[in-house]
């Protein structure tokens, strides 16, 4: 059984950090839950058992050395930014290969690429895979070396429903032979949880009995819920109507993704868009958004009475986060867009002390909320959010499904994508699902 | 399929072909071509035997499975890009001769050439392939194959990237002065992608000491890529002499 020491690390330029006041012992095999709000030093955690320090996380490191597995295979959140090779078959054996397995042996582990639904990729380019086919590309590369310790950043993000099930029941069995520490915000993989380790709002990180945690994040919520934090919205700007028809979607007329015969979203509704990893949401958004052309058909809005083109009426919140700053700090980001109190708009979407921050610096999580802010701050009518809770504790994809619905309420017209069934459940009023290389339009039953 | 290729003080043991032993010439064959026509075209040749030349090259373009169409579209553009130092040797000249007009000509012949191979090259080999080529025959190191391979990868992510970008600044309304803050975010992703590719080679079990893998694919040339290149090569020695004698 490895010892994860006692030690204490501050950020460079910051007075905020992650202390562990006392040593943790890291089982041989066993699933630990690394849990807290977000924001509160997870991802640094995992960089720092696995030896990223100094070289690619930059602070002040006193108390024992927590680089316990160097060894260690680490997932991180951005999928694409892990992926080394032009095809998906040699991103696969890139681990075996550098265990140096021999050909055949590496052979035999193909069957995994299959368990993750990636059997007739072998040859296709790494670069047009979606975020879940490059997250299970990764996964799958990384399960085939029987990995003694693994280290994996909300792995299960980008899958949808059926993948994630899958994936757990691969982690239950992987657990048996292997150390796996897991930053998870899904619940379904709490039967999975040996350990709990939870890393509070100061940054202290200590063990906690997985029933205790629960505890903890059922009586913040229901805290949340009874006192909520109230999301003052000015109304939508214009009343609008997206029509699209006949459209078909895709980068190749010969080989489109996908056709709509008809859909039409109206102020005050949101539309859900889903379908499998690789089916063709974030192209068809990012279509709406005029990044992509449409192979044929009409994309027709209409703000007040008045045709416009969509990227008028429309604010389209990515799911890289970092493509939305363009300043030097969080504060001058919001300055721009408006804002005269910075710090009440800042601690409404849980973001308090993070003013005078670079937005790159911030971690995921917060990242997401900051680009939450900036619909309200331009005055869109029409938003489209891509996984908007992803990387988000309980608590804040809480507040940000009770942000949508203030949207809703505003008159805002909404289109998301997102692999979360409860945020799912109550924000839709359409399902858009791409299947069978056609989008279905399924309307919600008012209960 | 077990295939084993054998060098000549290596054998290797591979379980498939890399896609780049299917094509009509090996990569690392073509980009060799290239660099021969790149040192050729700086010789003192006629201008008929550079012309010729850079034919050749077309032809090879079009057999390793680019289209005349594209073919023909980069000859534009490569006469657009040269077009300017033409321009440039008729209007900066002392006095305007036969010989100086003649020397322009020359010029611009070369020039454009070089600029239309060069546009032709992307679509003729795969440097990827040529990188996994060199790095399986020993000839590179870890270290630099793969930070080649993740630096070509990110060619395409900064491409999304920078769309990205532009369409959030002109979605945020950002004036002109602020739009020109957008090499901003475009620097801060081209760093972060390349400490985030250094980490993830370290993250996913590349260390330092890493000296030797296996290989699943085999990126070495067949015996009838070989003798393509030579055929190819020999033909172009003939064309040079022909025009030159």
């Known amino acids: ?369 900051l680009t939450l802010l900036f619909p309200i701050l331009l005055k869109k009518s029409l938003i489209i959010l891509d996984e908007p809770t992803f990387g988000q504790d309980a608590l804040n994809a809480e507040r940000i499904t009770r942000l949508i619905q203030s949207f809703k309420s505003a008159g805002y017209a909404l289109i998301v994508i997102t692999h979360d069934p409860v945020l799912h459940q109550a924000i839709a009023d359409q399902t858009w699902r791409i299947r069978h290389q056609h989008l279905e339009v399924i309307e919600a039953v008012v209960t | 399929m077990m295939d084993t290729a054998r060098f000549n003080t290596l054998r290797l043991n591979t379980h498939s072909n890399a896609p780049i032993r299917s094509r009509p010439l090996h990569d690392a064959h073509v980009l060799g071509i290239l660099m021969l026509f790149f040192i050729g075209v700086a010789l003192p040749m006629a201008w008929h035997t550079v012309v010729v030349l ?44 036969p010989d100086t007009i003649h020397k322009a000509n020359q010029i611009l012949l070369r020039v454009t050439t070089m600029t239309w191979v060069a546009l032709m090259s992307g679509k003729m080999l795969n440097l990827r392939d040529v990188v996994s080529f060199a790095l399986q025959r020993g000839w590179l190191s870890m270290n630099i194959a793969y930070a080649l391979q993740l630096g070509f990868g990110s060619i395409e992510l900064m491409r999304a990237e920078i769309r990205r970008i532009i369409l959030s600044a002109t979605l945020r309304g950002l004036n002109w002065r602020e739009k020109f803050l957008q090499w901003l975010p475009i620097l801060i992703f081209a760093l972060r992608h390349a400490t985030r590719g250094a980490m993830s080679l370290r993250a996913r079990g590349l260390h330092a000491s890493s000296a030797r893998k296996t290989f699943y694919y085999n990126y070495q040339s067949t015996r009838a890529q070989k003798r393509h290149a030579w055929v190819f090569l020999i033909t172009l020695v003939i064309l040079i002499l022909m025009n030159e004698i």
């Open chain 1, 1 to 369: 059984m490895n010892c994860l020491p006692a030690f204490e690390f501050s950020y460079a330029r910051t007075a905020t950090g992650i202390h562990l006041p006392a040593p943790l012992s890291l089982p041989a095999t066993g699933l630990i839950w690394l849990t807290g709000a977000s924001g509160a030093g997870k991802s640094t955690l995992l960089n720092l058992i696995k030896g990223l320090h100094p070289e690619f996380i930059h602070g002040t490191l006193s108390g024992g050395n927590p680089a316990i597995a160097p060894d260690a295979l680490y997932l991180s959140q951005n999928p694409h930014t892990q992926i080394v090779h032009e095809r998906v078959g040699e991103e696969f054996f890139f681990s075996l290969e550098h265990r140096q397995d021999s050909p055949s042996e590496m052979h035999t582990h193909l069957k995994l690429l299959a368990q993750f639904g990636l059997a007739d990729f072998e040859m296709m380019p790494t670069a047009k895979l979606s975020h879940g086919q490059a997250q299970r590309l990764l996964l799958a590369s990384m399960l085939a070396t029987d990995p003694k310790v693994l280290l994996l950043d909300e792995p299960t993000a980008f899958l949808d429903p059926q993948m994630r099930a899958d994936f757990y029941r691969t982690l239950h069995t992987l657990k048996q032979n292997a150390c796996v520490i897991l930053i998870d915000h899904h619940r379904e993989a709490v039967p999975l949880v040996d350990i709990c380790w939870y890393i509070n709002e100061r940054g202290v990180i200590r063990e906690l009995p997985v029933a205790q945690y629960l505890d903890l994040t059922s009586t913040e919520l229901e805290h949340e819920r009874a006192h909520p934090q109230s999301f003052t919205l000015p109304d939508a700007p214009s009343k609008i109507t997206l029509n699209l028809s006949n459209l078909v979607i895709g980068y190749d007329k010969k080989n489109p993704l996908f056709s709509i015969a008809h859909a039409t979203l109206q102020s005050g509704e949101c539309a859900v868009l889903c379908g499998d990893n690789g089916s063709g949401k974030s192209t068809l958004l990012n279509t709406l958004a005029g990044l992509l052309k449409p192979l044929s058909g009409e994309i027709d809005l209409t703000a007040s009475g008045l045709s416009v083109k969509p990227r008028v009426q429309m604010m389209y919140v990515f799911q890289h986060p970092d493509s939305h700053f363009f300043f030097d700090t969080v504060a001058e980001e919001l300055t721009q867009l408006g804002v005269t109190d910075v710090p009440a708009t800042l601690t409404q979407f849980g973001l308090d002390h993070c003013a005078k921050r670079s937005p790159h610096q911030l971690s995921e999580g917060q990242k997401r909320r």
């Open chain 2, 54 to 97: 850079a034919l050749a090259l077309a032809i090879l373009a079009r057999i390793q499975g680019m289209t005349w169409r594209s073919i023909v579209i980069r000859l534009g553009l490569a006469l657009l890009l040269s077009w300017s130092i033409w321009l440039w040797n008729m209007v900066f000249v002392a006095e305007r001769t």
